[in-house]
């Protein structure tokens, strides 16, 4: 089993759709957990950390469930501006060691 | 402006050479790392460093190696031993406490013939 794991892409959807995609997890003991975006070519960039009670930055709200060990992201109302890869990334409680999933990449259409 | 500088950003080398990736960073972050990222595939750890003078093995460190001689500086060396070293390499940064997310630098690309 891969220590982090994402839904396979692509995801494709109309403007306007929400979406969502799910991460899991392999170590119970993992404490800290981000969503980044990462369009073709670039670097990472930060999307939101996401906290125990979940949390909401705009159209985007993170989750995390321990009892199932997944983390997850929802986009709203879906712009094309948010076609991107969506990499979730975990700690593995060893010493700061940031695990990254294989990445799901988003296409909204028009 | 506070950030991490790669460079260069394209580099090519030839087959069983030595070559030397540059990171810095002026965030005053404890916490540094390497990935590597292969088309169409996720990041994957080679190295990483929560203090200087000392730094550990990731989950594909076979190849590379690595110093932390200064707090800004994380340079990543791939070596001849490196069988499939063209890919694109991402250096970052953290505050290295419980959620700090990492900062990343604009990658090097590097191409082996």
């Known amino acids: 089993r891969k220590e982090v794991e994402q839904d396979p892409g692509p995801f494709n959807v109309p403007e306007g759709a929400t979406v969502a995609f799910n991460c899991t997890y392999s170590?119970?003991?993992?404490?800290?957990f981000f969503w980044y975006r990462q369009d073709c070519r670039k670097e990472p960039k930060l999307l939101m950390s996401?906290?125990?009670s979940g949390n909401e930055d705009g159209r985007f709200t993170a989750q995390l469930n321990r009892a199932s060990q997944y983390i997850s992201l929802l986009i709203r109302d879906s712009k094309l501006s948010d076609s991107a890869t969506y990499l979730c990334?975990?700690?593995?409680?060893?010493?700061?060691?940031?695990?990254f999933g294989q990445g799901t990449e988003l296409s909204v259409k028009p | 402006d506070g950030g991490i500088t790669q460079s260069p950003k394209y580099l090519f080398r030839k087959e069983g050479q030595n070559v030397t990736l540059s990171c810095e960073q002026n965030?005053?972050?404890?916490?540094m790392y390497w990935y590597r990222q292969d088309p169409g595939q996720g990041l994957r750890l080679i190295y990483y460093?929560?203090?200087?003078?000392?730094?550990q093995k990731g989950d594909i460190a076979e190849g590379y190696s690595v110093s932390r001689e200064k707090k800004e500086s994380f340079p990543l060396t791939v070596t001849s031993a490196q069988k499939n070293p063209t890919a694109f390499y991402l250096c970052?940064?953290?505050?290295?406490?419980?959620?700090?997310?990492?900062?990343f630098g604009n990658g090097t690309r590097l191409t082996v013939t």
């Open positions: 990334v975990a700690d593995l409680n060893q010493g700061g060691k940031l695990i």
């Open positions: 970052a940064s953290s505050g290295g406490t419980h959620n700090s997310p990492l900062h």
């Open positions: 965030l005053n972050h404890d916490a």
């Open positions: 996401v906290y125990s």
């Open positions: 460093s929560q203090i200087v003078n000392d730094f």
């Open positions: 170590n119970s003991a993992s404490q800290s």
